[in-house]
């Protein structure tokens, strides 16, 4: 023990003296100059891309960092969002997708920067432009003007935000990320509407963020007029004719468009890439020096952060990679092409001043020169129809219209910004596998709650007005209730009514109109204007009638001047007869109710799943407005993003697991023209240049992060308040994609081939084809060599064609990306005089039988500290099992080991004879030669020495009468439908013996044979050991399979009756055996030896990376830990879509084969860490 402390305490002093060795190493000046952002005392070219935080998942972040790195940015920028930060004044919240010194911190661990846009104010398309409600109803304040009261407040938050990220030691001065701020954002754009006060606050905010002292660059976007050192920077579509306010500043562009958002009742707006580029070339053909797509990823607007009005759910905003974390390709590859090519001038842009050279009629040059024969060049042509060729530095150049090439030795163009060479993909935004919801549900009925119309409770109040609805709920909910009653003339008689005009007028969003309970109208305005007037025919019955009008708010406005105080709700109500005359409704009494009586009683909460106050039955209402529902369904298979495709209902917000995955509006369809799916990239662009999806909704496809979604069962709430049908909605998801390239002889080879002084490396055109990480190409649709025709998707054979099929697949098939050269020499040569292309059309799937990383679970380790909490140290066995957990009997090079081996652990399944046999094999592979000499030793005669071959011995005795006491040590059952395994709860026979289960065994004979290896009296219980051996080896492939740690209801699946494709069976029989069988036939030739070495193969390469997670244990076996995984997979995968009588086919069998082949490598694996460290550098058995 004093060992340990003083290795403890060793330990501790490194890692102080290493973080501070890291905090002095890493600490960053910035400061800038006219020229470029000066980073450490060099001038840097900057690509950053928006990623905001609360758009996305935690666990997503890294991925999506990791893709924009990649993607060749350098920076990663975002917003602070203080509304959800200061939700009530004082009181701050930075956890989940708040987490930003977090998110700041995975940016850091990606070796990115960070540009923090502080603002406060942030627009972003979210709720109140980023304000806090709570800030409006201090008395007096006026936002973004020379008001002391906002000042004050705005302030306050700032340093509030800068003392964090000071704290956390994470801007660059400190070793950290951050390389920029911002203060304010986009002032400038309604600046003159504040007049005098504007010009002050804009003074006031710059001396502010200066004073706060980040120790790094403030800028102001959007902003003539920001004060020195403030560096004001350009927003918008193109910024190459922009230049800062003083000639000390860079030319910076802190937002550029990659399309646009998206609002409800409006098409779907996208940009071409080929005019991203350009604008990009341009800015820095031009002087620039940074420059930010916005967004690189968009996200969704969960919940109610949508700002307004009307924005939608999706923030797709057609960014490089789609709102699901996808890459969208091209825009993606062609982006980091150029990024490329960029950098290659990197030294030219920042040392010097560029040349301007005419060479036509809208044709340029800009020339950066180092030295007179040393130059790197921009050639554009900025005409939007006609296509040039230019003559510079002696040589011919053909410039497409609206492209701008790149020579970073002025001599060798390796990019031009209309030349897209990089692949594409086929329907970016087609989810491939969809399923009816019905047929996922847990239970076969929905369940519903009907919405009281008008007041619903006590806590209503009535005013002699109409009252302006978001003064009125602080934005508490979208929904106000008013409510009034209207007499009509006695004289009408009993039975008749009187027909009159309603005429509500509205400052948005949108109304529902009840007379006497019944609806009689909905009305509604649209993002450009949110007011409307609705004008509806009614019939009043004599006597007193109940007029409810329930204003329903879509997202608080969050741009324009004084954006702040813009209104919304009823503000006038008048009735008219045939004769015209009017009575004027606002001023009579109305009764009040803040939110629905649904919001009120939490019907969105998991918590109230099983509240009696829902209605279940079989005749479901569809089409009825103010209706809640909800049902329970389960998680679709696969790891790919999951949408819910709300086609069919109307509008409202939708629930899963007690989270708003956001507002719908299925029914609001976009105009019918406008639309092309082949827009134009030369010429300006605008929002509205480019539409796809002209006459249906903006969305009806909806995420559900993957992270929000449990193993098994899933609480889905509706809102619906217009009317749908929730028996059509379907639960879609993206397990593979197709993807396509196309290239000329013409074509560049890849500019990523180009080096400075070298030139191209490769000497031809390369198609280039890469799967999502962790998929793998599946097959190839198309592949010709000659003159194809088509494009992605529809690719065609041309008169000249080369069968290269097979190459292909040899080239591609089953990797995560390939390349194809453009070569006659490889292809043949079909047409020898012809220009050939080359097309080749592949499916990238993520359900392939040899890749499990798609259907990935992660899963921690019992720390030694869990192990004492759970079992006690009073425990008759597994005191010895701590003990050794605790005081770590690991040799050094086993301690290495188990460090490098902490990332996933993974579920599987119990074996038949094949996969025992496999599980042995594997671990052979993997002995140290001490460990199989001892095991070799221990074997019986019959064995011939192959460890193997003994491997199913436990099977095959247990229903012999000598060892029936041996059959409840093959499985744990665990109660039904919990998903979890605990050993105290779950270890015991039908008879309620402790300690009696496969784990438990599992810990018997590990601790039995590592007794007797350590312990030479031992010896002479040389056939018990040999019994230990082979039960053990059996028992780590047994616990290893899901459905031996299945429920107790079913007895792991064995009574669950199923039929394998056309074969009766049950559906642990299906895991033990037949899903193996099913795969040697298919993809093995039915050669059990060369499944074995295709998972071989797999260890050693693609799951290279996982398998140091695999030997993680703090023990010398983690039994609890492989039945932890396995029980949970048998939720996730196992019982999944098999309830008894179903058939399993192909969709089961793709989908569970990837899981059963890693499990049985983690066996393997695992099996041969535990008789490595029973054995291994110790003296045989045998020569003892």
Not at 424 to 432: A, H, R
Not at 464 to 490: C, G, H, M, P
Request: charged residues 20%.
């Amino acid at each position: 023990m004093e060992r340990m402390n003083v290795l403890m305490i060793i330990l501790l002093v490194v890692l102080v003296f290493e973080g501070n060795y890291c905090e002095r190493a890493f600490s960053t000046t910035v400061t800038y100059d006219s020229k470029a952002l000066v980073i450490d005392g060099k001038r840097r070219i900057l690509q950053s891309g928006s990623v905001h935080y609360p758009r996305t998942t935690p666990d997503v972040w890294p991925e999506i960092i990791r893709k924009a790195k990649e993607g060749g940015l350098d920076v990663i920028e975002t917003y602070v969002f203080w509304n959800y930060h200061e939700p009530v004044r004082g009181e701050y919240y930075f956890e989940g997708r708040f987490d930003l010194v977090q998110f700041v911190k995975t940016v850091q661990d990606a070796g990115l920067f960070v540009h923090l846009r502080i603002g406060p104010y942030a627009c972003a398309e979210w709720n109140y432009g980023g304000f806090p409600v709570w800030l409006h109803f201090i008395p007096g304040i006026q936002f973004r003007t020379t008001n002391d009261l906002f000042k004050n407040e705005m302030k306050r938050f700032l340093a509030k935000i800068i003392n964090l990220m000071k704290d956390e030691n994470l801007f660059a001065s400190q070793g950290g990320p951050i390389i920029l701020s911002q203060v304010e954002n986009e002032y400038g754009n309604v600046e003159p509407a504040y007049g005098v006060g504007g010009v002050l606050y804009v003074k006031w905010a710059a001396e502010t963020a200066v004073q706060l002292n980040t120790t790094v660059p403030w800028v102001m976007c959007a902003q003539e007029d920001a004060p020195d050192p403030i560096i004001n920077t350009c927003n918008g579509f193109y910024c190459d004719r922009f230049s800062p306010n003083s000639p000390s500043k860079p030319k910076m562009w802190t937002e550029n468009y990659c399309g646009w958002f998206l609002a409800f009742g409006y098409a779907v707006p996208y940009r071409p890439v080929e005019d991203l580029a350009f604008a990009v070339a341009r800015f820095f053909e031009t002087g620039g020096t940074f420059q930010n797509y916005y967004m690189y990823f968009g996200g969704t607007n969960f919940g109610r952060t949508a700002g307004g009005p009307l924005v939608a759910t999706s923030y797709d905003y057609d960014a490089p990679i789609d709102e699901y974390g996808f890459i969208r390709q091209p825009k993606w590859g062609h982006l980091r092409d150029l990024h490329f090519a960029i950098k290659q001038c990197e030294e030219y842009l920042v040392n010097s001043n560029p040349t301007q050279i005419s060479l036509g009629v809208n044709l340029e040059a800009h020339v950066y020169y180092r030295s007179s024969n040393d130059c790197a060049a921009f050639l554009a042509n900025y005409g939007s129809s006609s296509d040039g060729t230019v003559k510079f530095n002696g040589n011919s150049y053909f410039l497409p219209a609206w492209s701008v090439s790149i020579l970073p030795d002025c001599k060798n163009v390796i990019f031009n910004t209309a030349k897209v060479a990089s692949q594409k993909t086929s329907g970016d935004d087609v989810f491939t596998h969809s399923t009816m919801l019905e047929s996922s549900l847990a239970s076969s009925a929905w369940s519903w709650y009907k919405e009281k119309v008008g007041i619903w409770g006590n806590n209503s109040f009535e005013a002699s007005r109409l009252l302006e609805q978001i003064n009125t709920t602080k934005d508490t909910s979208d929904f106000l209730w008013y409510t009034t009653s209207i007499n009509v003339d006695e004289k009408i008689k009993q039975n008749q009514t009187q027909e009159l005009g309603l005429l509500i007028g509205s400052l948005g969003h949108a109304a529902l109109v009840f007379v006497n309970k019944r609806l009689v109208g909905f009305g509604y305005g649209n993002h450009d204007d949110a007011s409307f007037l609705l004008t509806e025919k009614i019939s009043l019955h004599s006597g007193s009638n109940t007029l409810d009008v329930l204003s329903m708010m879509i997202g608080l406005q969050n741009y324009g001047p004084w954006f702040d105080i813009q209104g919304a709700g009823i503000y006038s109500v008048i009735l008219t007869d045939l004769k015209n005359s009017e009575e004027d409704l606002s001023s009579t009494q109305w009764t009040y109710q803040v939110g629905l009586e649904g919001e009120f009683l939490g019907l969105d909460n998991i918590s109230l799943a099983n509240s009696s106050v829902w209605t279940q039955g079989s005749d479901i209402p569809i089409n009825q407005s103010l209706i809640w529902y909800k049902a329970i369904f389960l998680t679709p298979e696969g790891k790919g993003p999951v949408s819910l495709n709300l086609a069919s209902m109307g509008k409202g917000q939708v629930w899963v697991n007690g989270q708003s995955i956001g507002r719908y509006w299925s029914t609001y369809l976009s105009p019918s023209t406008g639309c092309s799916e082949n827009c134009d990239y030369r010429g300006a662009y605008n929002a509205s240049k480019c539409l796809r999806k002209c006459g249906q909704p903006a969305q009806t496809l909806y995420h559900i992060p993957r992270s929000w979604l449990y193993p098994g069962e899933n609480l889905l709430v509706i809102h619906e308040e217009l009317g749908g049908d929730p028996s059509k909605i379907s639960l879609s998801t993206r397990n593979a994609l197709v993807i396509c390239g196309h290239v000329s002889e013409a074509d560049l080879p890849p500019t990523d081939t180009w080096k400075a002084q070298l030139g191209f490396i490769a000497q031809t055109p390369e198609l280039r084809l890469a799967c999502e990480e962790g998929w793998k190409i599946a097959a190839i649709r198309f592949a010709s060599f000659g003159t194809p025709g088509g494009n992605c998707g529809a690719f065609s054979q041309g008169d000249c064609h080369a069968n290269i099929t097979s190459i292909v697949q040899q080239v591609c098939v089953g990797k995560h990306r390939c390349s194809v050269p453009m070569s006659t020499t490889k292809l043949g040569d079909p047409c020898p005089s012809v220009l050939k292309s080359l097309a080749i059309e592949a499916l990238c799937s993520g359900l392939l039988p040899r890749h499990v990383n798609s259907i990935f679970i992660s899963n921690g380790f019992l720390s030694p500290i869990q192990i004492l909490k759970r079992y006690g140290p009073g425990s008759s066995y597994l005191p010895y099992y701590s003990q050794i957990a605790v005081m770590g009997v690991l040799e050094p090079r086993w301690i290495w080991r188990a460090m490098v081996f902490l990332l996933i652990i993974w579920e599987a399944h119990g074996w038949g004879k094949e996969g025992h046999f496999a599980i042995c094999k594997i671990a052979e592979d993997y002995l140290t030669e001490d460990a199989l000499t001892s095991i070799k030793a221990l074997l019986p005669d019959s064995a011939e020495g192959d460890f193997a071959a003994v491997c199913s011995w436990a099977d095959e005795v247990k229903h012999h009468y000598h060892y029936r006491w041996s059959s409840p040590l093959h499985y744990v059952d665990t109660p039904d439908f919990r998903c979890n395994y605990k050993y105290c709860r779950d270890c015991h026979d039908t008879h309620g013996h402790k300690d009696r289960c496969v784990t438990g065994a599992i810990y018997n004979y590990t601790k039995q044979l590592e007794s007797a290896s350590r312990d030479s009296d031992s010896l002479g219980l040389k056939y018990n050991l040999t019994e230990a051996l082979m039960f053990l080896s059996h028992f780590v492939g047994d616990v290893h399979q899901p459905l031996h740690v299945g429920f107790i209801g079913d007895e792991g699946g064995n009574t669950i009756k199923v039929r394998w494709y056309r074969r009766k069976t049950n559906l642990h029989h299906v895991w033990d055996t037949m899903i193996i069988e099913s795969a040697m036939k298919t993809f093995y030739n039915k050669d059990l030896n060369e499944m074995i070495q295709s998972i071989q193969s797999n260890i050693t390469e693609d799951w290279l990376a996982d398998v140091p997670s695999w030997e993680n244990c703090n023990a010398t076996v983690c039994p609890d830990t492989y039945a932890s995984e396995s029980v949970n997979l048998a939720c996730k995968f196992a019982y999944r879509n098999a309830t008894p009588g179903s058939t399993l086919g192909d969709d089961y069998f793709l989908s569970r084969m990837p899981v059963v082949e890693k499990r049985l490598a983690q066996s393997g694996v695992r099996l041969a860490v535990i008789l490595n460290q029973i054995f291994a550098s110790r003296p045989s058995i045998a020569k003892e």
